[in-house]
């Protein structure tokens, strides 16, 4: 890291309109591209405080700050247009979270880092709708906030209800939704409804270590720990109401369901494993980048070849996983209200991938161009008529679903044309932290956090009372200054505002 | 259940702590020794998954890691302990005891007897998930001479 | 504006200035429509000032068979224009099929006499025609000039609507839901012709109910799949859930 004043420093960012900035080249060296940040006002602050820390004198250990890494990833080779930090970005292995890059496929020396995707691949956000209002859910809330998690294992060591042996693993690792479709897990419309139609088709389980299927197979179901959840949410607010109406959300009121989880220790190990096989790729083809942790290869070399194998694969095994709770959420509200879950119309709206690298074809310079595109804490947000989107979203957009913190608002928007040729399609994925998990533990007092939630008449279920504190809502960046954001700068469109009931965490 | 002897149930004191990060947690742990302070950065990891006190020492296993140097030694030290924990037997471990420690020449390698029990829900309570082990500004401390022995490790969480 | 273009292929004089909102210059257009054009009313049309016109101009509608849904001025202007082409067509269409069948080379094509009757039906006689625009009539549908486009949407409503299946559950086949905004829907792409856009939007509808169709054939065909391979568990046993 070059190591330079915060005076100086700021000379190489540059104000562009009221909620982005432009990260000149010559911030980090061997910048190929410019980059470029979307904030407000309070997110300007932090991104700012965090790069006024980091230059003062003696600062060692942690993370580069996120403007850092954002130019850090500037500098890989084979990058195209910018790289984009969205508003809830924050320093992150390698890539910072809510980083965004695109990587020209036909440049041979491109190259595919797992640090842009992330541990936990395939993290996502599933949407369920269901026909219940506000009204239906109150009186027994608290039973089905119990039930959700009698239904759902959380947290540490907990592991899967859904019988699986080593083959099922296999087939659903080469399959993702498919797999769950076939068994009966799901619906015919959920597999509409998901990014990639629930699998990846390039995924090749014989390329992905025994250790990871090891830790894979006991954990498929399960919804894990740290930001991870499952809530019941109430409709608080809509903003475009034909949207809305195309997505089953008719009414203030209405209750939903989200379910926020991954790869879990499948994933976890895939990258690990990856970044262990690129940091020999790097030094045998001579890559070179400005952070060790941005291990990379080369997209047509075998250890990229491989991770996008491997990957896929982890990709398949987070949409299998939400899909098997969208199943244990299904049964524990058709328990609750003596209903099919048909009857209770629980039909996914969406389903995002923020965790994640996609080959897609985008206009760059006026010329149509394949690339790699990766999306760390970033959603993909396709504009109406994309062939990739489902027919029922063509006029409106595609759904991107954005994930509150614990007791925090989550939103729904739409993706834009202008964030298609500003961000190659990609919006923010939800609030980033802004406080650590150590700070967290100190300054709140877990009775009162869940006091607090109490009286914003929100039922929790938590495993682990030191994750209510760090997962507080204290600690994390504010999202709806988040979503507004986005929603100003024109990347992506606000659709729907919901709240949280009931609160299911690891 | 096993048989151990006494002197194997008396677990070593707390020389770590841990640090704040934003997204993740920062691990220091120090030692007398290199090996005390890997011992030790193991059983850290261990705490943030569960409360170690709810640990009994029922049963061992032994893991083996590799590595090229010191820093890849740890990295996959760590991560054969989380994968002893992710996997059967799912061992939680309140004690370990490095009984093999080459830390010169080409291949460096340690073997590790690694004291615990299997984690029940219910009987330990449930901390927070260890996604992975990073290289991200490791730091290793290994002066002898003034007999400073620390490591600087962060877990995604 | 598809009166204008019909008005204009009719070569109507004041087709550039003309105001379909203005009632004299709408008057003034059917007058001119039929007294040129189509020449069929029974007894002349009022002239344009009387106060009697509107009603004979009802009348006048309904003898030459205009739907009855069709209200107001502007789609009957349209309608009329429509007629009147068609009649301009019936009277040259020997010298327009000239021209028609030299581009159409005809090839040596065995004769072969069928028994279907249908295949002796005359397509564009005024028998078929009548007969069309009558089952149009009951059905609500708006006769197209060509009969056999009539003949095309006639069959649709019947093989959707009518079958046994959609007469029991009407709720399955009416399709509900909120009407899409298409004026204020964003197309994708610029088209500077109002009225390319205009079809080029109803391209698009037509292309996603295309594309709606064949998903939900493909959720069919899963589904039917599932019916021999799905057999979801669940085994608490396997781990613990709740506390």
């Known amino acids: ?506 | 259940m096993e048989n151990f002897k006494d002197s194997e149930l008396v677990l070593a004191p707390c020389k770590y702590e841990y640090l704040d990060h934003t997204a993740d947690v920062q691990i220091h742990s120090w030692g007398n020794s290199l090996k005390e302070a890997f011992e030790q950065c193991g059983v850290a990891m261990y705490g943030y998954m569960t409360e170690l006190p709810s640990v009994e020492i029922k049963q061992s296993a032994y893991i083996e890691a590799e590595g090229h140097d010191i820093e890849s030694l740890l990295f996959h030290f760590l991560d054969e302990l989380l994968f002893l924990f992710s996997c059967e037997p799912n061992l939680i471990c309140s004690r370990l005891e490095i009984q093999e420690f080459i830390t010169e020449g080409e291949e460096l390698r340690l073997k590790c007897k690694c004291y615990g029990e299997e984690f029940v829900i219910g009987k330990h309570p449930q901390g927070t998930e260890v996604k992975a082990i990073t290289y991200s500004a490791m730091q290793i401390v290994n002066e002898p001479e003034k007999n400073r022995f620390e490591l600087f490790v962060i877990i995604d969480i | ?243």
């Open chain 3, 1 to 243: 504006m598809t009166s204008k273009r019909l008005l204009n292929a009719l070569e109507y004089p004041e087709v550039d200035s003309f105001n379909i909102k203005d009632d004299t210059s709408f008057r003034k257009i059917v007058v001119w429509l039929e007294k040129n054009k189509i020449k069929r009313a029974p007894y002349p049309l009022e002239p344009i000032n009387s106060p009697e016109w509107r009603k004979t101009y009802e009348k006048y509608k309904k003898f030459l068979g205009c739907p009855e849904n069709i209200t107001n001025d502007e789609e009957s202007l349209q309608w009329l224009a429509g007629y009147a082409v068609q009649e301009e067509y019936s009277k040259k269409k020997d010298v327009l099929k000239k021209h028609v069948a030299e581009e159409t080379a005809t090839k040596n094509i065995p004769d072969i006499k069928t028994e279907n009757p249908l295949d002796t039906l005359d397509f564009y006689g005024n028998d078929f025609t009548d007969g069309i625009n009558k089952v149009a009539k009951l059905l609500n549908i708006t006769p197209h000039p060509n009969p056999t486009i009539t003949l095309k949407a006639v069959k649709h409503i019947v093989t959707n609507r009518l079958t046994q299946h959609a007469l029991k559950n009407p709720d399955k086949y009416i399709t509900k839901g909120t009407p899409f905004p298409l004026q204020d829907a964003d197309l994708g792409f610029d088209l500077s012709d109002p009225v390319l856009k205009q079809a080029a939007k109803i391209l698009r509808m037509l292309y996603i109910q295309d594309l709606r169709h064949l998903q939900t054939k493909a959720n069919e065909l899963i589904v039917a799949v599932q019916n021999i391979t799905a057999n979801p568990k669940t085994d608490t046993r396997l781990g613990k859930v709740g506390f």
């Open chain 1, 1 to 506: 890291m070059v190591v330079r004043q915060y005076n100086e420093e700021l000379k190489y960012l540059e104000k562009l309109t009221p909620y982005s900035w432009r990260i000149k080249k010559g911030f980090q060296p061997n910048m190929n591209v410019e980059g470029i940040f979307y904030v407000n006002q309070t997110l300007e602050k932090l991104m700012l405080d965090e790069l006024r820390n980091a230059c003062r004198p003696g600062m060692v250990g942690g993370f580069l700050p996120g403007v850092k890494q954002i130019a850090n990833v500037a500098a890989l080779p084979g990058i195209v247009g910018k790289s984009v930090g969205l508003p809830d970005v924050h320093s992150g292995y390698g890539f910072a979270i809510g980083n965004m890059a695109a990587f020209d496929v036909n440049d041979p020396k491109s190259i595919v880092s797992p640090g842009g995707v992330g541990f936990d691949i395939n993290c996502g956000v599933r949407l369920l709708r269901t026909n219940l209002f506000l009204e239906d859910v109150l009186p027994v809330k608290e039973q089905l906030a119990q039930s959700l998690f009698d239904h759902i294992p959380v947290g540490v060591g907990s592991k899967g209800i859904i019988p699986m042996n080593a083959k099922d693993l296999e087939e659903a690792l080469e399959m993702g939704m498919d797999w769950s479709l076939r068994e009966g897990y799901i619906w015919a419309e959920d597999k509409e409804h998901c990014e990639e139609y629930g699998r990846m088709l390039n995924a090749d389980p014989s390329k992905v270590s025994v250790r990871a299927k090891k830790r894979g197979l006991p954990q498929l179901g399960t919804l894990g720990a740290g930001n991870h959840y499952a809530e019941i949410q109430v409709v608080e607010e809509i903003y475009d109401k034909w949207a809305a109406c195309k997505m089953g959300i008719e009414e203030k009121g209405q209750i939903c369901v989200m379910i926020h989880s991954g790869s879990r220790g499948f994933g976890h190990q895939v990258a690990t494993d990856a970044l262990v096989q690129m940091e020999k790729a790097m030094k045998r083809d001579n890559i070179e980048t400005n952070d060790r942790q941005l291990a990379c290869a080369r997209i047509h070399s075998t250890e990229g070849q491989d991770y996008l194998k491997s990957m896929a694969a982890a990709a398949n095994f987070a949409w299998v996983n939400r899909s098997s709770m969208t199943f244990l959420s299904r049964q524990a509200f058709a328990k609750q209200f003596n209903m099919a879950p048909d009857d209770l119309d629980m039909h996914v709206i969406y389903d995002v991938s923020h965790n994640i690298a996609k080959i897609e074809e985008h206009i760059v310079d006026g010329k149509q161009k394949t690339l790699l595109v990766h999306r760390k804490g970033s959603t993909r947000a396709f504009p109406p008529h994309h062939p990739l989107i489902p027919v029922d979203y063509q006029l409106t957009g595609q759904p991107v679903l954005i994930g509150g913190t614990m007791g925090t608002c989550s939103y729904v928007l739409t993706g834009t044309e202008q964030g298609m040729l500003e961000t190659f399609g990609s919006t923010c994925h939800g609030a980033g932290r802004a406080l650590s998990r150590a700070k967290s533990r100190r300054n709140l007092d877990y009775m009162q956090v869940l006091r607090k939630m109490e009286g914003m008449g929100i039922s929790i279920r938590v495993a682990s009372p030191k994750l209510v504190m760090e997962e507080a809502p204290e600690s994390y960046k504010n999202v709806t200054d988040v979503v507004n954001t986005c929603h100003a700068a024109g990347i992506s469109k606000k659709c729907i505002k919901l709240k949280p009931i009931a609160v299911i965490k690891g």
